[in-house]
Structures are given as C-alpha cells and as structure tokens.
C-alpha cells in the first residue's frame, strides 16, 4: 500500500488524478532525474538511526560492500536498500509524482516509493509565487544568520506547509519562534544548569543522566509525563512521519537571554529602592574575579530592548561620574555571572 502525507493529498488530489487519469502525464520528462542517494542504517543495534547522503559509487560500494557499482538508478541498486518516502512540493504531485509511479508501474511492476510527503508553496505575505526577476523574497541565507537555523527550522515545521497548505512567509513569524519558544526553552536549560551546580555545591554529587533510572511518580512528574505523551500522539498521527528538531543554543539567542534576564534584575532592584520607571538613574555594575565576558557584549548588542525598559543604560562602576548619591546596590547572578548593581542619583 502507497501512502501519501497529508491525508487530503491521499484522498483526494491524488485520488482524483488516477481516477481521471489523462495520458498527457507520460509525456511529461520530469520523470528523468538525477537521483539522490540517502540510506538510513543502525550500526549500533539501538533506537538511533543514522542518515548517510552518498555522494559517489565508490562511497557507495564501501559503505554497502556491493562491488561492481555502475549505474546508481533504481534496478541497479533496488536490492542494497528499500526505498521509504519521498518528498516534493505539491506543484509536482500531478507531474513528478504521477509520472513516476505509472511508469515504474508499467515497467517494473511496483511503486517507486512507500510514502509520498508532500508539502505546500512557500509564498510572499501578498499570497503572490516568489521570483527571482522580481525579489519580492527576503534571501534565506539572510534570514537564517538574522534570527539562526534553529528558528528558521522551526518556524517553516510548524507551519501549513508541512500539511501541503500553502505558507506566506514573514519575518514576524520567526521572531515569534524565538521570544515564545527558544528564550523560553533557554530560559528552561539555564534554570536546569543552575540546579546542577547547586546540586554539586550543597551535596557535592555530580548529575549524570540515566535513561533507565526509574520514575518518580509525583503529581509534577506525572502532569509533566502526561502532556508529553500528549505531544508524542499528536506528531505521530499522519502515517507515523515524524519531524525532528536538533536544537542548539544559538549565539544571538544566548545574548539576548542574557539581556533579558540582566534587565530584569535590575527592574526588581528598581522596585527595592522604590523607584518609578520615570525616574532618572545612572545604572552600574562592577563584576566579580574577572567575570562578565559575555554579559557585556549582550548589554551593547541589545541596548535598546534595555534602555526601552528601564530608560538608562549600565554602564562599568570604572567610569562613574563624580557625585551622586547611591540609591541601592545588591550583587546579582545572571547565568552563573556573579556581579554588584548599583543606582545612583546623579
């Protein structure tokens, strides 16, 4: 049996075709391509899979151990790997797609594929089809240094286009990805980092996760394991297709955390002195044994999410105006950094 994700694509414009089968299909030539090589193995005998592209007949026959390799196309090489899926936008369905299946059809007596993935058009916010002659696209090398890989990844998996809807591309949306899930997922690991050091300092035991550990059935434990198998149902209901993300903390994100987290420090230092928002302060910090590398690149890079808030800048305790009359201080912790706040009243 022939799958094809989504289930509308399974069903009905797919369906329709072969009902309505027209012969000008054969004639199309997009049925000859160059075709690209991905085998998916277990060398280890676990649950991790691994995905090698191949990128030469020599590589090939080293990895698979078949010699005598010298044609890479479908009857050459059938009986080193099956063939799980393959992928393609929906302008191809009623080209690519259909042309390749009667024809494998007709010539060899089975289908070219087991899952058929298709995805939607990637279009501008005006709904019109992205071109080169027009520009009317922001370029995605751009968008990826911009806002980071991880971001541009999850914006587009998350998106219509992976259930063959169409998707009008906008900054916005990935700046959303990041202020709503990757700060928070980073907000999540740093908090998870501090209690590992607190872990190591107050019982002096060093965290070494254990998969085969067993559960601590608590109430957070089990509203927490509840919800992800919710999560795990719900990627698993289209034919068993799972995306998976690797997410890596990403400089920009790591920056503006650091930002985030240093204007909050210094609003709460603000309510301890009994400050408004309004007032005019000079703000300066004086950090600990050398530390403070990375915070202050994050308070130069990001001085206008700063100054917006708190409505003045920190600035080194070495530079301080003569005069003025200090507010509060109190030492501060932001991503194991340890420093002092001050306020002053110029």
């Not at 998106?159 to 591309?169: A, E, T």
């Not at 919800?227 to 698993?236: D, S, V």
């Not at 990403?250 to 928002?277: C, D, I, R, V």
Request: charged fraction near 20%; hydrophobic fraction near 45%; glycine fraction near 4%.
């Amino acid at each position: 049996m022939l799958t094809r994700v989504s289930q509308y694509i399974q069903d009905n414009c797919f369906g329709i075709w072969l009902a309505n089968a027209q012969d000008w299909h054969i004639s199309h030539n997009q049925y000859w391509k160059t075709p690209i090589l991905l085998f998916k193995y277990n060398m280890r005998l676990t649950d991790n899979f691994e995905v090698v592209c191949i990128s030469s007949v020599t590589e090939l026959e080293c990895l698979s151990g078949v010699t005598g390799i010298t044609d890479i196309h479908r009857e050459k090489i059938v009986h080193i790997t099956p063939k799980f899926f393959l992928s393609e936008g929906i302008d191809q369905t009623c080209s690519w797609f259909y042309t390749l299946l009667v024809l494998l059809m007709h010539l060899f007596g089975g289908a070219p594929w087991k899952n058929l993935i298709v995805t939607g058009l990637v279009l501008t916010v005006d709904r019109k089809k992205m071109s080169k002659s027009l520009k009317n696209y922001p370029k995605p090398n751009l968008i990826i240094d911009k806002y980071s890989a991880d971001a541009t990844r999850m914006f587009l998996v998350n998106s219509p286009i992976v259930w063959d809807d169409n998707l009008h591309i906008h900054e916005e949306g990935i700046c959303e990805v990041i202020s709503h899930i990757l700060l928070l997922w980073l907000n999540l690991f740093h908090f998870f980092l501090k209690h590992v050091a607190l872990l190591k300092k107050t019982s002096n035991v060093d965290f070494i996760y254990n998969s085969k550990a067993p559960l601590l059935f608590n109430i957070m434990d089990c509203w927490i394991l509840a919800h992800c198998t919710e999560a795990q149902y719900a990627t698993n209901t289209d034919s068993d297709i799972v995306i998976l993300l690797d997410i890596q903390i990403h400089t920009n994100l790591q920056s503006e955390w650091l930002a985030h987290e240093l204007t909050n420090h210094m609003q709460k230092l603000h309510k301890k002195a009994g400050l408004q928002a309004t007032d005019d302060i000079d703000i300066y910090y004086q950090f600990k044994n050398g530390m403070g590398a990375e915070l202050v690149p994050a308070i130069r890079q990001h001085k206008g999410i700063i100054w917006k808030t708190v409505g003045s800048m920190p600035v080194d305790i070495k530079v301080k105006k003569t005069g003025g009359t200090e507010l509060i201080s109190e030492k501060q912790e932001v991503a194991e950094i340890k420093f002092m706040l001050y306020l002053v009243c110029p």
